[in-house]
């Protein structure tokens, strides 16, 4: 205990890596109380532990931030920093500090005990008083440390304009149209999350497959709405035919969303109940799952695009996905037979692959619309 008064630095590690260890600051402080007040250490040696103690509370902090958001590694970092400034300061004026905290002492009549509470509320008071100017400062350090943005799902239409529905609906349409193809990005980013969850098991991903679905199903209605009022004005007959082959395509985006959402669910099921799939059936998956994904990608490129040579290609492709579905179901059969799954394994199996060739089929309505040339 001597040597941690006569080197701080010592003190503020043992501070940390106890607080780390016990993952409780409170409790580090109570220990601390009970060596200086037992007379184990000066106030000078037991500062730096407090310091240290600061530390080891923002390192839990980092630790539980490994796999948050951009935003929550953020907040642990600034912390962090905000912290280590603290003490590197209060280390360089150490003894001022000691001062300080012993004057108070003999004034209001501290036990031990209330002295090193004092000094924890002393040491967070100066480094916030300090450290306010330089706010804007820290800020910009720790954001150039971790650079990035978080994703954020967002709920509303981007292009839907309701003054342009009486002022220029043509124009109205042209965006009922993009706010189309932004539906289907999230529709696709949903299914894909679905299969990211069916092999990661990631909360955090289940969690933002269900904001999408969310987003999908807003989009959808104000998007609905919005045609339904567009419908009552003045376009000719081609783009009526327009307007009612995109109300039909975001059913179809809908559905996919929806399908998605049956999948996050299913996986659900899937943790509770502990179902196991084999390699080979993990590995059909992810080749029928990555024939889907592009299947979907591309029908909404084609829309984009008005591309009637990419969507024409669809059409075998989406046979492949048909006919594979079918392939896939035999051969799990067989492995039901032969006993190298389970039956509850064997029947998801079954429910996951149907939920993709149902996928396909609202994505190939789409392609199918670019090839009539009717949106």
Do not use: W
Not at 95 to 100: D, E, H, I, L
Not at 171 to 180: D, H, Q
Not at 265 to 272: A, F, G, I, V, W
Not at 327 to 335: G, N, P, Q, W
């Amino acid at each position: 205990m001597v040597t941690l008064g006569q080197n701080p630095i010592l003190g503020v590690v043992a501070g940390a890596v106890i607080t780390v260890l016990i993952q409780a600051s409170s409790a580090t402080i109570g220990i601390l109380q009970g060596l200086y007040a037992g007379g184990f250490l000066d106030l000078k040696g037991s500062l730096p532990v407090l310091f240290g103690d600061n530390i080891g509370t923002t390192l839990t902090v980092i630790i539980a931030a490994a796999g948050a958001n951009i935003s929550a590694k953020r907040v642990a970092a600034t912390h962090v920093t905000f912290n280590v400034l603290g003490t590197i300061l209060c280390l360089i004026l150490l003894g001022p500090f000691t001062a300080m905290i012993e004057y108070f002492q003999a004034l209001l009549h501290l036990s031990p005990e209330m002295t090193i509470a004092f000094s924890h509320g002393a040491f967070n008071v100066s480094n916030t008083i300090v450290q306010f100017p330089f706010i804007g400062a820290l800020a910009y350090f720790v954001t150039k440390l971790i650079p990035g943005e978080d994703e954020v799902v967002k709920y509303e239409p981007l292009y839907l304009d309701e003054q342009l529905i009486q002022q220029s609906p043509s124009i109205a349409l042209g965006n009922a149209k993009k706010e189309l193809l932004h539906l289907g990005n999230y529709a696709a980013k949903a299914f894909d999350l679905s299969y990211t969850y069916i092999i990661g098991l990631d909360e955090k991903v289940a969690e933002k497959g269900h904001k999408t679905e969310e987003a999908i199903n807003t989009i959808d209605e104000k998007l609905t709405r919005y045609l339904i009022r567009l419908s009552s004005e003045s376009l000719s007959q081609k783009e009526s035919e327009v307007l009612t082959n995109i109300l039909d395509s975001s059913r179809d985006l809908e559905r996919i969303g929806d399908h998605a959402e049956g999948l996050l669910n299913l996986t659900d099921y899937l943790q509770r109940k502990n179902v196991q799939f084999s390699e080979a059936a993990l590995e059909e998956l992810a080749d029928i799952y990555q024939k889907t994904t592009d299947f979907i990608k591309d029908a909404l490129d084609s829309v984009e695009n008005n591309d009637i040579e990419k969507a024409q290609s669809l059409i075998e492709r989406h046979k492949e996905i048909n006919n594979m579905e079918r392939v896939l179901r035999k051969t799990h059969i067989k492995r039901l037979n032969k006993g190298e799954c389970s039956t509850q394994a064997g029947v998801n199996f079954i429910d996951i692959i149907s939920h993709y060739t149902r996928v396909s089929d609202h994505a190939m309505n789409l392609a199918e619309k670019v090839i009539a040339e009717q949106i």
